[in-house]
């Protein structure tokens, strides 16, 4: 690759120095076999075990061979490290380029790793349609390694460890998890981690196919726009890989080692001129990768945003480093209805028996329960009162925050979430009905502010309260409105585009990008005084600009309960809350939220 070859001889002439992680090899396209290649005397050699062929529920119709190495320092106590390979019966070829078991011998001898149970995996194969044409090219092989979402994760983590684990205990701490692949067996290994960090978080990848097979390409732009993950991640490639009409192997790996520093990933890119898409470079460095990713060095996180522009409201303007998600409230039936008052005050209610009311969470961390009716939407209005949804009662209260006094503003009504503007005006979503009300605190009149919307559920307000914005949990879309002094709504449009949850039952077709859900399950939201918007969907917590644009993604606390809501709320209003089934999350964040409690 002539300009790669260019910058490394300008970078030696020039005393440049290349970006952190990123390494030229020689340019000699051929395996080079190195000394933990070989047997070496004195070291315990461990077994690898040939498993009765898998017959997958995730995939159904689909058998596969695999393999279990075993080290001899293994002990039963569920301590042992695992590492996941596919295209497993590549990786045990002890003649082969990889030789997994011999390499795994040398390394954990030495204490360059730790003791570690491998698992080999080959990908699926129909039966139905006859034997592979070789080891390995298993008929499901593009369908489970190429495509994103969680599917081929669950293959793993539902049924081959569980499987492995009723012979070899193994450690469940995800920082003693690994995976590696090659190919599409490289962008698999990446997807796995990428979908559940909770269960990998070591990936190494070799030839990493992060181009549009089935949507990889999409990779850079999402771990741009995501909040960065506990993933350590070794990538390689080389000059002579593929460039074919679903993309060019090369720059999408160079693509996916920048996002990958841009968010401060701990990240290495081995990057050779020549070879070809093939294990010749990524064999000959397998020991050194795998002493790179099982070393206890931790580096602290170094990030690439010099080139952001001035307007970017990136994830690095908004998180903190260190500053994670931390629980607040524990114990909960369904949290929702978070809200703030302007003394930093964090309010919540608990939807469901046996506690159900509404709460105050005191900057000290003081709780006091106010009422005893549970809602699952709040805001204080320009009187002091509190105003809610009740739409398993149909009607829409305040609360009186001393006395605990309710009065119904509305009845007949299915209210989900609501705004009250400083003129005392509420805007409350339908959901079911597809519609935003619309309800004068004073005079209680109502009226229809907006219909149409694909189940409209959270909703907020602009900073400068002349903008109205609502989710759509059956769509994909924000909308803003213009409010009018006397209530009305107008120029709406579907201003926010939210990022959708793959569907793991949908069609994964070939070269096309993969099948979304029709919902993106927006719910709650809050704004803070620069006019970003923050909505929580299935995907995590979505965070927009004032343009619209999206400036990333939060992940969930908890992955596997729904999030239903957020505000900024406690000391200075500059605590990011969430709402996360049974718990109640925080972190400090560069935002003060917005409260609208004064005329």
């Given amino acids: 690759m002539r300009s790669l070859s260019l910058l490394r001889s300008l970078a030696l002439a020039a005393a440049i120095t290349l970006p952190a992680g990123f390494t030229f090899a020689a340019a000699a396209s051929q395996f080079k076999a190195t000394a933990d290649h070989a047997p070496r005397a004195g070291v315990p050699v461990g077994t690898v075990t040939k498993m009765p062929e898998w017959q997958s529920k995730i995939f159904p119709g689909t058998t596969r061979d695999w393999w279990i190495y075993v080290p001899a320092q293994y002990k039963p106590d569920g301590t042992a490290a695992v590492m996941v390979f596919q295209d497993g019966h590549n990786y045990i070829n002890l003649k082969g380029e990889w030789r997994a078991p011999t390499v795994f011998d040398n390394l954990i001898a030495r204490g360059e790793m730790p003791v570690t149970v491998a698992i080999f995996v080959d990908p699926g194969h129909e039966p139905a349609k006859g034997a592979p044409k070789r080891p390995g090219s298993g008929s499901n092989r593009s369908l489970e390694y190429d495509a994103l979402g969680e599917r081929y994760a669950q293959l793993l983590i539902e049924e081959i460890l569980p499987a492995v684990e009723k012979q070899y205990p193994l450690s469940h701490d995800p920082e003693k998890r690994a995976i590696c692949g090659s190919s599409s067996g490289g962008i698999a290994a990446f997807t796995v981690a990428w979908e559940r960090p909770d269960a990998f978080r070591k990936v190494l990848s070799t030839v990493g196919s992060f181009v549009n097979l089935r949507g990889g390409d999409a990779y850079p732009a999402l771990i741009r726009k995501t909040e960065r993950k506990p993933l350590r991640v070794f990538l390689e490639d080389a000059s002579g890989d593929l460039d074919n009409p679903f993309g060019n192997w090369p720059l999408a790996n160079q693509q996916m080692h920048a996002a990958l520093k841009y968010m401060g990933y701990d990240v290495r890119f081995d990057y050779a001129e020549g070879y070809g898409h093939n294990s010749q470079h990524g064999g000959s460095l397998f020991p050194d990768a795998l002493r790179w ?9 170094s990030f690439g945003s010099k080139g952001d522009l001035a307007g970017d409201m990136t994830l690095h303007r908004l998180l ?25 005050n964090f309010y919540f209610s608990d939807m469901r028996p046996p506690a159900a009311g509404v709460y105050q969470v005191a900057p000290d961390g003081t709780k006091t329960r ?68 619309f309800v004068d605190a004073k005079t209680k009149e109502k009226r229809v502010a907006a219909s149409g919307l694909a189940n409209p559920n959270g909703i907020a307000l602009a900073p400068d309260q002349e903008t109205l914005a609502v989710s759509e949990a059956g769509g994909e879309s924000v909308w803003t409105y213009r409010i009018q002094m006397d209530g009305k709504l107008d120029a709406g449009t579907p201003y926010m585009t939210l990022r959708r949850p793959i569907d793991p039952k949908g069609e994964f077709k070939f070269n096309e990008p993969p099948p979304y859900k029709k919902a993106s399950s927006g719910d709650g939201m ?13 995907v995590g917590l979505q965070v927009f600009d004032p343009t619209g644009r999206l400036c990333g993604v939060l992940t969930k606390p908890q992955p596997d309960k729904p999030l239903t809501s957020c505000t900024l709320s406690g000391p200075g209003r500059g605590f990011l809350y969430v709402t996360n089934g049974d718990k109640i999350y925080r972190r400090k964040v560069q935002a003060v939220g917005n409260v609208f409690v004064t005329p």
Avoid at 321 to 335: D, I, K, M, N, R
Avoid at 396 to 418: G, K, R, S
Avoid at 527 to 536: A, H, L, M, P, W
């Fill in 320 to 344: 903190i480093e260190g500053e994670g998600w931390q629980p607040v409230v524990t114990g909960l039936a369904f949290a929702d209805a978070p809200t703030t008052d302007a003394a930093g």
């Fill in 293 to 301: 990713l099982w070393r206890q060095e931790t580096p602290a996180p």
């Fill in 526 to 538: 809050t704004s803070d005084t620069i006019g970003r918007f923050y909505v929580t969907s299935a």
């Fill in 370 to 437: 106010l009422s005893e009716e549970g809602v699952s939407g709040l805001k204080f209005g320009p009187d002091g009162r509190m105003y809610a949804c009740q739409g398993a009662k149909k009607r829409l209260i305040a609360i009186h925050p001393a006395t605990a006094a309710v009065e119904e503003i509305a009845t007949d009504v299915q209210p989900n979430d609501l705004v009250v503007t400083a003129r005392g005006h509420i805007f409350f979503t339908e959901t079911g009905k597809k519609q935003v009300t």
